[in-house]
């Protein structure tokens, strides 16, 4: 089992930067997918941005040029840089991992773009 916790949302102005952090309770050294999703009042939860162990990245084309995620294998943890932020970029932010093809989410994390 894989618990993750997300942190570092919060309340930023538009144009403003957040760094999101998620912590992994095992080694992510061998979990080949994690990777960041987010879901806005009302609507599905979206994709974000998905990083392989091998460092391959995909983002959400809403994202791209603004958004950077990145893993440290040695501290078990994910992050996504968020710059230039939009009040369409609020929502609450999960953290996703899949090893051997399961899902593990996070308890998710507020943010909140103001205009």
């Known amino acids: 089992q894989v618990q993750l916790v997300e942190s570092g949302g919060g309340l930023v102005q538009a144009g403003g930067s957040l760094r999101l952090s998620c912590a992994a309770s095992?080694?992510?050294?061998?979990?080949?997918?994690m990777g960041w999703y987010r879901q806005a009042p009302g609507k599905q939860r979206e994709l974000v941005a998905t990083?392989?162990?091998?460092?391959?990245?995909t983002y959400a084309d809403s994202v791209k040029g603004r958004f950077t995620i990145s893993r440290d294998n040695i501290k078990d943890r994910v992050y996504l840089q968020m710059n230039s932020l939009k009040p369409e970029d609020t929502g609450v932010y999960y953290c996703?991992?899949?090893?051997?093809?399961?899902?593990?989410w996070g308890q998710g994390t507020q943010v909140t773009v103001s205009s």
């Open positions: 996703n991992a899949v090893q051997n093809g399961y899902p593990y």
């Open positions: 095992i080694s992510i050294f061998s979990i080949y997918a």
């Open positions: 990083i392989t162990s091998g460092g391959r990245t």
